[in-house]
């Protein structure tokens, strides 16, 4: 129950609550249409929807009465959790900003978010603390006055962080807050795969309307059992699934990490219908060699996004898993995240496409000049809708510069077929530019994946004494295959121009990923940055 209002309350504001649709309001919603329906399954954890509702007003609660109030900032660190999905709602409640931490950073990384962020209480996972307190030593500007450790079962006290439980115990009922539209709420640093992390300020306007864009183009509904094991920080996995979810009061299974057989065995147990991962996992799941052990009829809806699907695997599934519908999901943190779909009846008619614009975001394909550019002329790919970011915190010249001409300016480029599909070629920095000549690293990659023996394969540029850049495969392939360097450069010599074709090809275990499953080019263009330093031809 919502406290009351005083008598002094304006007009205005009373009108604003009850008009008000916030990302804190969700849980209470889906509780009051669901109450005794199960919402969270996290290990031997089970919360029905009334029971989480429950426990996010007492957090709320708890974290108004620690002093931390609209506009204030709570950071949190930690792998995939049902606590970590409290904190995502109880602070939204408040209009306290949420800010996740990649749990992968070094302590560098993570004093840069924490002198960055603003935050004045942290949250963290028992088993980060170490990095945590090392993060804390180094950073030069954070005011940190609270420190909440997620402490796993029989684990002892950390020093110097209190028990978050104590949050989810707390006696008490939150102050009644007006969340405008667009409040922020949500604190996302981009990747940082090219530069210093930006912060993307999200809104309840720019979740709510993308919830509903992911639900109409993706085709979820009340019913769905949801599998989430990428992790919660990105908004890939939090906003374009466990939102959408928890809003129609959908089931939610949540484990920690994507690991081959924990999923396998998990949609399995939990009669999943649901599951989102990039390619890389899907590969991984069918190169286990118990997927054909595990019971996966349950599974209907597949989901994938951060890179095209090869046509190779959209057919391995489409075989392995004949009952599985697939969607591609094309975005970035600034969209929160999603722009673009392809539907499952589009997925061999316009392979490698990102599909058409959601329902609430229009899109362009613009020149440098933010010209219109022709059907199938590579252009950047811009967006107008109310997914977009509020902008960047503290960056008003980056803000200003991503939003020219009132569109956002995704970074990203691609082209329009006839049917008015769209292709993501590549991100701007990632253009290979050899001999004069432009080559796009995923059209090189979807050549090298028609190869039997290859498992996985990334195309990337690197400085080049007479070519200005050369193209690098780094290929991981199927194991036992016995594949040879030989052997992809005679498929590309079969299958790809001569200015296309890798000029080096790298045999490797493994290819360097963040943990949302995107593949880190800039670390194989420094790790292989060399490998043309002596060659003239």
Not at 64 to 91: E, I, M, P, Y
Not at 370 to 395: F, N, W
Not at 519 to 527: G, H, N, V, Y
């Amino acid at each position: 129950m919502s406290p009351s209002l005083s008598e002094s309350t304006s007009t205005a504001d009373l009108i604003a609550v009850a008009r008000q649709q916030s990302l804190g309001d969700l849980p209470r919603r889906s509780a009051q249409r669901t109450p005794d329906k199960v919402a969270f399954i996290d290990g031997q954890t089970q919360l029905t929807f009334a029971e989480f509702d429950a426990i996010v007003d007492r957090a709320a609660a708890a974290i108004a009465d620690a002093g931390l109030s609209k506009g204030d900032r709570l950071a949190v660190l930690s792998h995939n959790c049902w606590q970590f999905v409290v904190l995502n709602f109880a602070t939204a409640r408040l209009g306290v900003i949420l800010v996740p931490i990649n749990f992968m950073l070094g302590a560098g990384e993570i004093a840069y978010i924490l002198d960055h962020s603003g935050a004045t209480a942290f949250v963290v996972e028992d088993a980060l603390v170490p990095v945590a307190d090392a993060a804390l030593a180094s950073a030069t500007k954070a005011d940190i006055r609270h420190r909440r450790a997620i402490l796993s079962a029989n684990t002892v006290p950390v020093t110097g962080w209190e028990d978050l439980q104590e949050w989810f115990d707390h006696d008490g009922t939150p102050p009644q807050v007006i969340v405008a539209d667009d409040d922020p709420v949500r604190m996302m640093f981009t990747s940082g795969t090219e530069s210093r992390p930006k912060a993307a300020l999200l809104t309840s306007r720019s979740l709510i309307w993308q919830y509903t864009s992911c639900i109409v183009d993706g085709g979820m509904a009340g019913d769905d059992v949801d599998l989430h094991t990428l992790p919660l920080y990105h908004c890939a996995q939090l906003d374009c699934f466990l939102g959408p979810d928890l809003y129609l009061s959908a089931t939610s299974v949540i484990l920690p990490a994507p690991a081959a057989e924990p999923i396998l065995s998990a949609i399995e147990t939990h009669k999943v219908t649901k599951f989102f991962a990039p390619p890389t996992v899907w590969i991984g799941l069918l190169r286990n060699p118990k997927f054909d052990d595990y019971d996966l009829s349950s599974l209907r809806k597949g989901y994938y996004g951060a890179s095209a699907m090869p046509v190779e695997i959209l057919k391995e599934i489409q075989t392995r898993l004949p009952d599985v519908e697939l969607w591609n999901f094309y975005g970035q943190t600034e969209m929160s995240p999603v722009a673009t779909i392809l539907k499952p009846h589009q997925q061999l008619t316009h392979p490698g496409s990102a599909g058409r614009p959601v329902l609430n975001v229009e899109t362009r394909l613009v020149d440098d000049y933010d010209q219109d550019v022709p059907q199938g002329e590579v252009g950047e790919i811009v967006h107008r809708s109310p997914h977009a970011t509020l902008g960047y915190d503290g960056d008003e010249e980056k803000t200003r510069e991503a939003f020219r001409n009132g569109w956002f300016h995704s970074g990203d480029l691609g082209y329009l077929d006839k049917d008015g599909y769209l292709y993501v070629v590549d991100r701007k920095k990632d253009m290979i530019k050899t001999g004069g000549e432009n080559v796009a690293s995923r059209e090189v990659e979807e050549a090298l994946y028609e190869l039997d023996g290859v498992a996985e394969v990334a195309v990337f540029g690197v400085s080049h004494p007479r070519w200005v850049e050369a193209v690098v495969a780094a290929i991981v392939p199927v194991q036992g295959s016995g594949l040879t360097v030989e052997d992809v450069k005679a498929h590309a010599r079969a299958t790809l121009a001569g200015y296309k074709r890798p000029k080096y090809v790298v045999i490797t275990e493994e290819l360097p990923k963040n943990p949302s499953g995107k593949i880190m080019k800039r670390e194989l263009r420094m790790s292989h940055a060399d490998i043309a330093e002596h060659d003239d031809e």
